[in-house]
């Protein structure tokens, strides 16, 4: 699991420092979850086809031990998906 | 050494001990054997490095000259036919290849095509055939004779009486034995027809099985195969439609609902883009699918508040704030698909 994030720190005279782009931070992040999928398919033809799906997940990707002032992050989202077919043998 | 003029005087000195002063009679000397030496070095730079006439080494040798540029003349024949012997080479390859296809495509009758010259053949002998043929018949037939190639059938289209009971008794014994359809049966054109029973003892065959009031089957049975089913085979691709096994290319777009999180500025929707490659295993309406994707989700609205006290000449307090912007994740798809025509409903199961 790859994070990108800003990254901010503050000191006591309220000086700000923002670093951009700091990626690999995963702290307060689940790295692991399972998803599921319901998709529709129609094949426009021999190769191609295009769908729709809706996609949830099962787990809490934030771990509240870290994170403590949150409600917690779920996947759920609706979508559209192309299928191509390279090739059948 | 007091000033310029003795530096001077003492440069002189040192220049005329090394001889370095200017001698016009020595640079005339010289000049005149340059002079001399013109025409032969003229000579060596034409006709070679030896720098003098008066050696053979040096000399324009016309015989080898003569030889080189009938070798030269002849390996750039020689390039020339090689050059256009590759191209007759690469124009005949592609006019082999071109043939073979050609022939190839010629070589195998589209069963669709041979269906419908059959259906079209059976319906212009609807008059001139017997109403009935038994079951029996078939198996009769197929006791005494070997089986029946399908395309002499169809090279006899002069003789429908002969077709017409062909195709009653395949149709039956399709029926009946469950055998392989026709549309598995390819014909080749090349192949020398043979007909193992003669037209006239088939319909004397069936006129004197049917006059022993055996099991009739009526032309409106629905055990015989009417023309228009017949017709449907043409309608159906060469190439199966479920093949064994696919690889696939599957990107996907979602639209999120973002969480809600800690951060001031919240987004209401995020994003979840994935692309990945699929290897199906099909099977009659069914399939199950393996693969490996990466997906990028945006819309966290999240970040992770630390504070650090540092002491140093004072106290320092270190407000350190991430804000989670996107997650990357790698996952292996594993599902299940249900073909119903042109409609696929799946269902993907992702540890990521």
């Known amino acids: ?89 | 050494m007091n000033n310029w003029n003795d530096i001077e005087k003492k440069i002189v000195e040192d220049s005329e001990k090394l001889g370095m002063t200017f001698q016009e009679g020595y640079w005339d000397e010289m000049e005149h054997m340059l002079d001399e030496n013109d025409e032969d070095i003229a000579s060596a730079a034409l006709y070679g490095s030896g720098g003098s006439s008066s050696g053979d080494e040096g000399l324009f040798q016309e015989e080898y000259w003569d030889e080189m540029s009938l070798i030269l003349d002849k390996e750039d024949r020689r390039k020339r036919r090689a050059l256009w012997l590759r191209w007759t080479f690469h124009a005949a390859a592609v006019l082999l290849l071109m043939f073979t296809v050609f022939n190839h495509n010629n070589s195998t009758v589209d069963i669709s095509n041979s269906n419908q010259q059959l259906a079209d053949s059976t319906q212009s002998s609807k008059e001139n055939t017997a109403k009935t043929a038994t079951a029996s018949t078939a198996e009769n037939l197929n006791k005494n004779n070997a089986p029946t190639p399908l395309n002499s059938i169809v090279k006899r289209e002069e003789d429908q009486t002969a077709i017409k009971s062909e195709l009653l008794t395949q149709n039956v014994l399709r029926k009946r034995n469950n055998s392989t359809p026709i549309s598995s049966i390819k014909l080749e054109k090349s192949s020398k027809p043979e007909m193992s029973f003669q037209p006239e003892e088939l319909s004397q065959q069936t006129s004197s099985l049917a006059a022993l009031s055996l099991p009739t089957i009526s032309l409106n049975s629905p055990e015989i195969v009417r023309s228009e089913s017949l017709n449907g085979f043409k309608n159906k691709p060469r190439r199966n439609r479920m093949l064994p096994i696919s690889l696939n290319l599957v990107a996907s777009s979602n639209v999120a609902l973002a969480p809600k999180g800690n951060i001031s500025n919240q987004s209401r929707i995020g994003s979840n883009t994935s692309l990945g490659i699929e290897l199906t295993k099909h099977q009659v309406n069914w399939s199950l699918s393996l693969g490996a994707n990466f997906s990028h989700k945006t819309g966290l609205n999240h970040e992770l508040l630390r504070t650090k006290a540092t002491y140093g000449t004072r106290l320092y307090r270190e407000h350190q704030s991430v804000e989670y912007k996107s997650i990357g994740s790698v996952g292996i798809p594993v599902g299940v698909n249900y073909h119903r025509k042109r409609d696929v409903f799946g269902i993907r199961l992702t540890p990521t």
Request: hydrophobic letters at 35%; charged letters at 20%.
């Open chain 1, 1 to 89: 699991m790859v994070n990108s994030t800003y990254h901010r720190y503050t000191n006591y005279n309220s000086d700000e420092l923002l670093v951009k782009n700091n990626y690999g931070i995963k702290e307060g992040i689940n790295p692991f979850d399972l998803r599921l999928k319901l998709m529709y398919q129609r094949r426009l033809n021999e190769n191609l086809a295009v769908g729709v799906n809706v996609s949830t997940g099962f787990f809490n990707q934030i771990d509240p031990n870290i994170i403590t002032n949150s409600k917690g992050m779920k996947e759920f989202s609706v979508g559209v998906n192309v299928q191509y077919t390279l090739f059948r043998r």
